[in-house]
């Protein structure tokens, strides 16, 4: 489950009212929605064409880029961020969205910036800033992404707990692996894309089977996990049997 309660949420709306995450988040980058390309061009054993489709193209805010780890950040007043640091920019989730930030010269520390939104680390401390508004934040804690070379054929992995859940999205065909209850149950079902809003990073799938519906909504936004809290650049809500699952997602490139 995501870690933002109602204590974060309303801070963050207060916010998103007086500074709209302080410009700090201003409106989504679109130049950070550009979808992803998945992979294309598997071939069957022997060299024979695939008859069925490829994977979607998905959000580029989905996936941390060519970063290595994964940050999150507890700020005042009360908000959680999370950051990864590809080369030559800053990819930055809030409550709200993604967005991407380019390096900024400064004397001391990294500073990163976009129209009136920056991000100025000094150590294990940053700044967040913009024309109307400033978040002190600090690192709580870093992790590694998650690599093709520990998830090979997935583009999308998932997961959630209470119960304990994971999805993941096959990278060279629209089909999704489920493990459910705590990994009792396994289901791999092909799936459709119903939605695909580059502006706003967010993404539905549903079910490609009339006797196992499903909804699978994915959403670029600051998420952490509900036990361990580390962080993820994806809110991921999955429906099926009736039940409403939450949890956190992260991209994986090729």
């Not at 990163?112 to 690192?139: H, I, M, N, P």
Request: charged residues 25%.
């Amino acid at each position: 489950m995501s870690r933002l309660t109602a204590s974060t949420v309303r801070p963050f709306a207060l916010l998103g009212a007086a500074l709209l995450m302080a410009g700090c988040v201003a409106a989504p980058d679109r130049e950070a929605t550009r979808p992803e390309i998945a992979d294309r061009g598997t071939t069957l054993e022997g060299g024979e064409s695939p008859s069925r489709p490829g994977a979607p193209l998905m959000p580029s805010a989905f996936f941390p880029g060519e970063a290595k780890t994964l940050t999150a950040w507890r700020c005042t007043p009360a908000q959680d961020l999370v950051t990864a640091a590809p080369d030559g920019e800053l990819r930055l989730w809030s409550a709200h969205g993604a967005y991407r930030l380019r390096p900024a010269v400064v004397a001391t520390g990294a500073r990163y910036q976009k129209d009136d939104l920056s991000f100025w680390k000094k150590g294990d401390e940053a700044v967040v800033e913009s024309a109307t508004g400033r978040l002190d934040c600090t690192l709580d804690l870093t992790r590694d992404v998650l690599t093709r070379e520990e998830r090979p054929g997935i583009m999308f992995h998932a997961r959630g707990n209470e119960p304990g859940w994971v999805v993941k999205l096959s990278s060279d065909r629209p089909e999704v692996t489920m493990l459910l209850d705590y990994g009792a149950r396994e289901l791999t079902l092909p799936y459709r894309v119903t939605t695909l809003d580059n502006g706003e990073a967010r993404m539905i799938l549903a079910s490609g089977r009339a006797d196992t519906p499903f909804e699978l909504r994915l959403e670029a936004r600051a998420c952490f996990d509900g036990m361990s809290g580390r962080p993820f650049p994806a809110r991921v809500t999955l429906t099926i049997d009736g039940e409403q699952l939450r949890g956190c997602g992260q991209g994986i490139a090729p």
